[in-house]
């Protein structure tokens, strides 16, 4: 399983260029194994960023959603019991943001890899990330 992260949900969509090497390799990979996840935290992110004007995806935010989700057949991951108290977990997470601490503990715990720009995720323990 490969999770992606917000802004890897955004550049395969909109900017693959930004997309680094090992990423766009992983996730064509995932994409043809049918392993591509995401955490249902991104879609509420995406949707902010397009309804506070910070991102233009050139249509409204459920048209993008939809067409992103069915684009690639990415799994959504909702927000566990199990997620919730591994992203509250101060010895895990230097840094507060809860949305990345979200992602990061879907991609723990379903023992996946994550796909992220994000450098502060790198330094998780236990979370694989490509980048």
């Not at 995932?30 to 004007?53: T, V």
């Not at 249509?59 to 591994?86: G, K, M, N, W, Y």
């Not at 010895?91 to 503990?105: C, K």
């Amino acid at each position: 399983m490969l999770v992606l992260d917000t802004c890897a949900l955004i550049y395969d969509a909109l900017s693959p260029n930004s997309l680094s090497r090992k990423a766009v390799k992983a996730i064509t990979k995932g994409d043809e194994d049918g392993l591509l996840a995401c955490s249902d935290i991104s879609l509420w992110e995406i949707a902010m960023l397009i309804s506070k004007g910070r991102l233009d995806p050139g249509t409204d935010a459920v048209t993008f959603l939809r067409l992103l989700h069915s684009a690639r057949q990415i799994r959504v991951f909702p927000i566990t019991p199990e997620i919730a108290a591994t992203s509250a977990s101060s010895s895990l997470f230097v840094h507060g943001d809860p949305a990345d601490r979200i992602i990061a503990a879907t991609a723990i715990v379903h023992k996946a890899e994550l796909v992220t720009c994000d450098g502060h995720l790198s330094a998780v323990k236990g979370l694989r990330v490509i980048w």
